[in-house]
Every structure is written in structure tokens, then in C-alpha cells.
Antibody
Framework: EVQLLESGGGLVQPGGSLRLSCAAS????????MGWVRQAPGKGLEWVSS?????????YYVDSVKGRFTISRDHSKNTLYLHMNSLRVEDTALYYC??????????????WGQGTLVTVSS | ETVLTQSPDFQSVTPKEKVTITCRAS??????LHWYQQKPDQSPKLLIR???QSISGVPSRFTGSGSGTDFTLTINSLEAEDAATYFC?????????FGGGTKVEIK
């Protein structure tokens, strides 16, 4: 059974930094692309970033986070990360870690974690 | 960016009724359109992949259709447990984009 467990969320001031983690189990982590999707309170879903699998580790970002967020993965720990810098109030959201259906980033998300809440406020 | 426009935003439906939700893409996306269900305080759950392909474990009353720019999610004979918000997702091109969601309420 696929399990994705996010951690690292919290309250941070504008301009601050956070690192989100997602511990994965139940599948061959390195094979699949992984992504982060966020949901602002009471709002819809927004794709934030993906990293390809199959050894490529190519990264992709939505324009609003380019240059501020960095996605990475540690294959030895089966863990996905999202390093978030220069945080803005509009980054406040529940951040989901999600597994994509294949190695490339143009694939749907077939498993999701429960999310970790990031609140950016002074 | 491919914009996905869902309609309606909200629907209040009696049990056993049929529900139809549409998702229109701002440019052609082939069949790279997927549907999710999100219940309150839960993470999204995949219902349909590639416009019409069923997912193991998902009740057969959930069906999808369409290609190109116009897609439909149909819930045949709505059940009380289907109260949720439904989202579409396109994976034809980056950035991946979601529709705004359709909230289905049970009358």
C-alpha cells in the first residue's frame, strides 16, 4: 500500500523559509515522478512542482514559485522535499505530496498524502 | 497555460439522480484529463484517468467522457456518500492545471 507522510509545515513570517518533507513507502520511490500540490484555505487545487523519476530527477515549477522553491528527492531515504524561501502570504496553503503514475512529470497523481499546513503571516 | 473551466460551481442533487459535471480546456489536450473527488478534510481521490478510463475500486456509477477540449464526469444514481467537491486535472502540458472544482451537495 502506498503511503505518503508529509511534515515540516508551520507558521512563518513573510520572507521566511521552510522545508517540507514527504516520507514515501509501499512502492519503488525512484521509479516514479513525485509532485507537490497546494490548496489555499477554502480554495481549489494548484500544482506547485514536480520532479521526474527513473533516474532523471528533472524539476518543474509553476511560475509563481520559480526561483523561490526547490524540489528535491533523496532516493536513499525515500523522501521528497520542498525547500521554500522568500515565502509570501499568498503561499499559505495545505501542501500535499503526491505520487505520479509514471516516471515523467506529465502524468496524473494516483496517490496523495494527507497534507501539511503552511501559514505565512506576520 | 491551459485553463480548465468547470461547470457548474455548485449542484444540489437528490439521491438517485444523475449528476453531470463539465470541464472545458482553453486548448486541446487530447485525452489527458483526469477526475478527482475530494471530501471535506480529506485528500483528493482519483476517479477517472485519461478522460474515460475507470480506476480499480471506484464505483461503476462514476464515468467520464470527452476529448480535445470538452469533457464530462457523470455520476449515475447519486448516493449520499458522493457529497464532495470534484476537480479535473490536465496533464497534456506544463504547468499542470486543475479546474476550479464543482461542489455536489445532497438534498
Amino acid at each position: 500500500e502506498v503511503q505518503l507522510l508529509e511534515s515540516g509545515g508551520g507558521l512563518v513570517q513573510p520572507g521566511g523559509s521552510l522545508r517540507l518533507s514527504c516520507a514515501a513507502s509501499g512502492f519503488t520511490f525512484s521509479t516514479y515522478a513525485m509532485g507537490w500540490v497546494r490548496q489555499a484555505p477554502g480554495k481549489g487545487l494548484e500544482w506547485v512542482s514536480s520532479i521526474s523519476g527513473g533516474g532523471g530527477d528533472t524539476t518543474y515549477y509553476v511560475d509563481s514559485v520559480k526561483g523561490r522553491f526547490t524540489i528535491s528527492r533523496d532516493h536513499s531515504k525515500n523522501t521528497l522535499y520542498l525547500h521554500m524561501n522568500s515565502l509570501r502570504v499568498e503561499d499559505t496553503a495545505l501542501y500535499y505530496c503526491a505520487k505520479q503514475a509514471a516516471a515523467g512529470s506529465l502524468y496524473y497523481f494516483d496517490s496523495w498524502g494527507q497534507g501539511t499546513l503552511v501559514t505565512v503571516s506576520s | 497555460e491551459t485553463v480548465l473551466t468547470q461547470s457548474p460551481d455548485f449542484q444540489s442533487v437528490t439521491p438517485k439522480e444523475k449528476v453531470t459535471i463539465t470541464c472545458r480546456a482553453s486548448q486541446t489536450i487530447g485525452s489527458s484529463l483526469h477526475w478527482y473527488q475530494q471530501k471535506p478534510d480529506q485528500s483528493p481521490k482519483l476517479l477517472i484517468r485519461y478522460a474515460s478510463q475507470s480506476i480499480s475500486g471506484v464505483p461503476s456509477r462514476f464515468t467520464g467522457s470527452g476529448s480535445g477540449t470538452d469533457f464530462t464526469l457523470t455520476i449515475n444514481s447519486l448516493e449520499a456518500e458522493d457529497a464532495a467537491t470534484y476537480f479535473c486535472l490536465q496533464t497534456y502540458t506544463l504547468p499542470l492545471t486543475f479546474g476550479g472544482g464543482t461542489k455536489v451537495e445532497i438534498k
